[in-house]
């Protein structure tokens, strides 16, 4: 049988490793490709802009 202090510190460990995947999913999410901000269209040399 699992005493309460085992409990106890199964809780936490996996407490703390559920908030830094979560964190490093974030983290991860921010910086991927996918969220880059667009850039702007060049301008086509020779043509006039009206």
């Known amino acids: 049988m699992i005493s ?3 409990l ?4 936490i460990f ?3 490793a559920a908030m830094l ?3 490093l999913y974030h983290f991860l999410e921010v910086n991927s490709e ?3 901000p667009a850039q ?3 301008a086509v ?3 006039v802009k009206s």
């Open 21 to 23: 995947l979560i964190v």
């Open 14 to 16: 996996l407490g703390s």
């Open 40 to 42: 702007k269209p060049k």
């Open 45 to 47: 040399p020779g043509r």
């Open 8 to 11: 106890y510190t199964l809780a």
């Open 34 to 36: 996918d969220h880059a």
């Open 4 to 6: 309460d202090s085992q």
